[in-house]
């Protein structure tokens, strides 16, 4: 469903055209649809990524730029890292630091990272050329204003785009002033955006769920934790 078919549907429920509401209006109305639902997920599956990045000798600090260079659109987030022989774990930057000072000449194959300015930091700092793995989630495509007629929503499945068109009746039936109208398509806007959640982001059957569960990865050797810790 294109931004053009979109606005069309906009316009035949609400029984407007665009001598009411111009399409770059109603082309932003459906990009609000848009960002909230990019941003109301921060791992909507089908923004999964993988990819690669080398180290160079001497240097820990690298950008996520640089981290995702090989994704379309640049990295959103950044999940896990990993060499071909070992998953680095992650840790506060405090934590690393303290570790391993900047003024240490040590250096190694990294076994741990942290994230910080945008930034990631590798411990120890990588003493040659390594490829390291990446996985996460890319940046969004941009839709809504300034979009093509021709332009649709290719990042989301086909059922979300009609939840689009929806948040956009509800935003013309609002700058029509008819705030009940308005307040019922948002409702079915909502309403239809928590079943679509619940159907993408599901835990796969074959996943094993494990509740109250979290794995710890610290310098700290194995000993007796006490209560104020």
């Known amino acids: 469903m294109d931004i053009a078919t979109m606005r069309t549907y906009i316009q035949s429920v609400v029984e407007i055209d ?3 509401i111009s399409d770059d209006t109603l082309n932003r109305f459906i990009g609000e649809a848009y960002d909230q639902v990019v941003y109301g ?5 089908w923004y999964e990524v993988s990819a690669t990045f080398t180290t160079v000798s001497g240097t820990s600090d690298y950008s996520k730029a640089t981290v995702g260079g090989a994704i379309t ?3 959103r987030t950044i999940a896990a890292l990993r060499t071909n022989d070992d998953v680095l774990a992650f840790i506060g930057i405090d934590e690393g630091d303290e570790q391993y000072s900047l003024s240490s000449a040590s250096t190694g194959d990294p076994c741990y990272w942290s ?3 945008d930034n990631v930091r590798l411990y120890p700092t990588p003493s040659s050329a390594l490829t390291i793995n990446v996985r996460g989630f890319k940046n969004p495509t941009a839709f809504g204003a300034g979009s093509l007629d021709a332009t649709a929503p290719s990042d989301f499945p086909e059922p979300f785009h009609i939840l689009f068109a929806t948040y956009g009746i509800a935003r013309a039936y609002e700058q029509q002033e008819d705030p009940g109208m308005a307040a019922q398509y948002l409702a ?3 309403n239809e955006l928590d079943n679509l959640r619940a159907r993408y982001l599901a835990t796969p059957a074959a996943q094993p769920v494990t509740l109250n569960k979290n794995k710890v990865r610290s310098f700290a050797p194995n000993r007796l934790r006490y209560a104020w810790e």
């Open 188 to 190: 079915i806007f909502n």
């Open 73 to 75: 659109g640049g990295l």
């Open 115 to 117: 994230f910080w300015g």
């Open 41 to 45: 997920e921060a791992r909507w599956p």
């Open 18 to 20: 665009s001598s009411d």
